[in-house]
Each structure stands twice: as C-alpha cells, then as structure tokens.
C-alpha cells in the first residue's frame, strides 16, 4: 500500500511537469507565427509598385526587342526579294557590254562594204575579225560550241538531220555539222545538227 500511495502522488507530478513543458512550447510556436507574419508584412505596397514597375519595364524592353527583330526580318527580305529582281533585269548587263563591240564591227563592217571600190578582201577580214571578238565575248561567260565532225554521233548532245552511206568513216560517225552546238557551263543549249555515217548497202 505505501508503495502505492507514493505511485498516486507521484503521478500528478509528472502531469504538471507535462502540462508545463506544453505551455512552453505554446509560447514558443505563437512567436514563430508572428514572426513569418511579420516577414510577409515586410514587403510594402511601394515595394511592390517597384517590383511590378520593374517586370514593366522588363516587358516592355522584350517587346521593343521582337518589334526590332520583326522589322530587320521584313527589311532583309524586301532586300533579298530587291537583289532577285536586279538579278533577273540586269543578270546579262556584262554580257551586253561584251557584245555591244561586236554589233559596233558589224555596223562599220557593213557601212564599208557599201561603198564603192570596196575592197573585198578587206571586208572579209573584217567579218573574221568581228567572229573572233564575238567568240571571244561568249567564251568569257562559259559559252563552247559544239562541232563534232569526225566523232561519234552521240545523241545527248547531237541531234541528226539525216544518214549519209559511206566507207570513209565507221558507221556512227558524224560526217559532217550542218549547224553547230552550244554549251553553257557544260550544260547544252542548242545540239549540233548534225549528217550521221552508216553502212553502205550491198548492191
């Protein structure tokens, strides 16, 4: 029984000192409230019109910069759009510079065979000088004739008129070129026309 009793005396004890420890903790937890309060409450309502004042600012400086990038995206294809256009009008401007001699020779070259006593000789060699300027005005720009004369016909670049029977040459043979041919850039822009060998029929 005595150790009983000091149980039941002891048990109020331990709860007091429970119910203290809870009541220290109580303060502990409501200060710690306040002060996150208080750390929310520091942000002002200045502060925040500065903060939103500044995300402004910020839009604003983004916005400018896409309306800028817009404009040199518009400005450069107007450009591109600009040089395309000059290249299709004035793609042949050197070529025309390098003709407009030839066409001046053949006018003098004319204007002289016109006259009287007109030496023809002369004239001739005029007429070979305006060829060799003219030839030398295409070769520039990438321009080759085709004349196959004595090679084998070949059809991506020849284009036969008729066939001729001979022993001469092989059959297939390109006799001879009614027209030449020519080349750009090794790209065909007109087949020689052409008189193709074939076999001689027995009689």
């Known amino acids: 029984m005595g150790n009983e009793e000091r149980v039941s005396m002891e ?6 000192g429970g119910a203290g420890q809870a009541a220290e903790k109580a303060p502990v937890d409501a200060e710690a409230g306040r002060s996150a309060e208080a750390k929310e409450s520091d942000v002002s309502p200045d502060k ?48 025309v510079a390098e003709v407009l001699p ?8 004319l204007s002289a065979a016109s006259e009287e006593g007109v030496d ?28 196959p004369e004595g090679e084998k016909f070949d059809p991506e670049r ?6 001729q029977e001979t022993d001469a040459v092989d059959p297939g043979t390109v006799v001879s070129v009614i027209q030449k041919g020519y080349l750009l850039n090794e790209r065909l822009v007109r087949p020689a026309l052409v008189i193709v ?7």
Request: no cysteine; hydrophobic share 40%; glycine share 6%.
């Open 11 to 16: 048990d109020p004890l331990t709860a007091d």
């Open 120 to 147: 023809g000789e002369k004239v001739r060699e005029g007429l070979e000088l305006t060829l060799r300027m003219l030839q030398a005005a295409v070769d520039k720009f990438g321009v080759t004739e085709v004349n």
């Open 197 to 203: 060998a074939k076999e001689t029929t027995a009689s």
């Open 102 to 109: 030839v066409l001046d020779s053949m006018e003098l070259g």
């Open 48 to 95: 925040l019109a500065l903060l939103l004042e500044d995300a402004r600012a910020k839009a604003d400086e983004h916005w400018q910069g896409l309306l800028r990038a817009k404009a040199e995206i518009d400005n450069l294809r107007k450009r591109s759009r600009r040089d395309v256009e000059n290249a299709h009008k004035f793609g042949l401007e050197r070529f």
């Open 158 to 163: 020849h284009q036969a008129m008729t066939m």
